[in-house]
C-alpha cells in the first residue's frame, strides 16, 4: 500500500510514538521578529508533491502527481511558464543548480525523468528500482541519490552520463521502504528515511556505503539537512515529532513534538526549519538553536513538501489537495 501524506494523517492522529531520547514539547510563540507570511498562491497541476529550486535562476519546480507533470514556476512573477511531460506519478524532484539539470522520480514508471532547466524539455529517462520516490543531488560531483521505496535501495546516478553507478541497499530490514533523501552536499553524506523500519541510513558518498542506521520515530516521512551546523531533521509522521540527529555523531539529541507533519526544509543562514503540517494545512516554522516551534503559518490545503530560495528569502510550499504552491516571504513591518 503507497503511504500517502493523508495516510499519514489519518495514522498519527491516533498513534502517539515513545521515543527513548530527551523530548521537547513544542509551543507556538508569536510570530515576530522571525515572522513569515503567505505572499502569494500559485495554481499547478492535480496533486503537487515534490518542489525542488534553482536560486540561482529563481525558478520552482514541481511535480504533479496525477498529472505526471513538473509545473516550472518563475520565482520573480509567480507564474507558470511550462508544464513538462514526465512519467507515472513522479513525486520527488531535485536540481544540479551548477548545470540546471532537474531530476523527478517517477514512483510509478520505476524512472528518473531529465529536464534541461534551459528548455524545459526532457533529455534523458534512467531506469532505477522499484517504486523510486525521494530524490537528492551533490552538485560538486554531479551525482543524484534516488530511495527506491519497494526495492530497499538507493540508486546512485552519474549525472554526466545518466547512467547508475551503483546501487545501495539500505535499512536494518528487508521491510526498510526507503522514501526521502537529503544530502548534506559540503560533505558528501547521504541520509534517507526508512519508513519500515523506522530509522534513517547514513550513506557516505565518495564511498557508496551505509555508514550507519539511526533509530528516529515511526514512519519517517520528510528529511533536511543543515549544512552549517551538520544537523538533520526527520519528520516521523506517526509518532507526530521531529527528530534532531548531530552529523558528527550520527545520534539523535532531540525530539520535538510538533504534529502531523511530511515534508521539511531548512534555511542554515538563520538555522531555521520549515515543516508541513499535512493535517493542519500550515507550516510550523522552528528554531535551529533551541528546537522550538517559533511560528505556525496557516498554507494552503493538505501542504506536503516545502524548498527553500537563500538567495530571495523565499519558501515555497505544495499544497496536495489544494493543487497549488504557497509563496512564503519575511513579513512586513
Not at 120 to 138: E, F, K, Q
Amino acid at each position: 500500500m503507497r503511504f500517502t501524506p493523508r495516510a499519514a494523517c489519518l495514522i498519527g492522529a491516533v498513534v502517539t510514538a515513545l521515543i527513548p531520547v530527551a523530548t521537547t514539547t513544542a509551543s507556538a510563540a508569536p510570530a515576530a521578529p522571525g515572522c513569515i507570511a503567505v505572499t502569494a498562491t500559485i495554481p499547478v497541476g492535480n496533486f503537487p508533491r515534490g518542489v525542488a529550486v534553482n536560486p540561482k535562476t529563481r525558478t520552482v519546480y514541481v511535480t504533479n502527481v496525477s498529472g505526471d507533470s513538473v509545473s516550472v514556476i518563475n520565482g520573480r512573477t509567480n507564474t507558470v511558464t511550462a508544464t513538462v511531460p514526465v512519467g507515472a506519478e513522479p513525486f520527488g524532484i531535485a536540481v544540479n543548480n551548477n548545470t540546471r539539470a532537474v531530476y523527478v522520480a517517477n514512483t510509478q514508471s520505476n524512472t528518473v525523468s531529465v529536464i534541461n532547466g534551459r528548455t524545459n524539455t526532457v533529455t534523458a529517462t534512467i531506469s532505477v528500482g522499484r517504486s523510486p520516490d525521494g530524490i537528492a543531488v551533490i552538485p560538486k560531483t554531479d551525482t543524484i541519490y534516488v530511495a527506491n521505496t519497494l526495492s530497499n535501495t538507493v540508486s546512485v546516478i552519474n549525472g554526466r552520463t545518466n547512467t547508475v553507478t551503483a546501487t545501495i541497499p539500505v535499512g536494518t530490514d528487508r521491510f526498510a521502504e526507503p522514501f526521502a533523501v537529503a544530502a548534506d552536499i559540503r560533505t558528501g553524506t547521504v541520509y534517507v528515511t526508512n519508513l519500515g523500519d523506522d530509522s534513517v541510513s547514513v550513506i557516505n558518498g565518495p564511498t557508496g556505503t551505509v555508514i550507519a542506521n539511526i533509530p528516529v520515530g515511526i514512519n519517517p516521512l520528510g528529511i533536511a539537512v543543515n549544512k552549517a551546523t551538520r544537523t538533520v531533521y526527520v519528520t516521523n509522521g506517526q509518532s507526530l515529532t521531529m527528530s534532531v540527529i548531530n552529523g558528527r555523531t550520527n545520534t539523535v539529541t532531540a525530539t520535538v513534538s510538533v504534529g502531523n507533519m511530511f515534508g521539511a526544509a531548512v534555511n542554515p543562514q538563520n538555522d531555521t526549519v520549515y515543516l508541513a503540517n499535512t493535517g493542519a494545512d500550515t507550516v510550523s516554522v522552528v528554531s535551529g538553536r533551541t528546537n522550538t516551534v517559533t511560528a505556525t503559518v496557516p498554507v494552503g490545503s493538505a501542504p506536503v513538501n516545502i524548498a527553500v530560495n537563500l538567495n530571495a528569502r523565499t519558501i515555497y510550499v505544495t499544497n496536495e489537495d489544494g493543487n497549488s504552491v504557497s509563496v512564503l516571504a519575511p513579513c512586513r513591518s
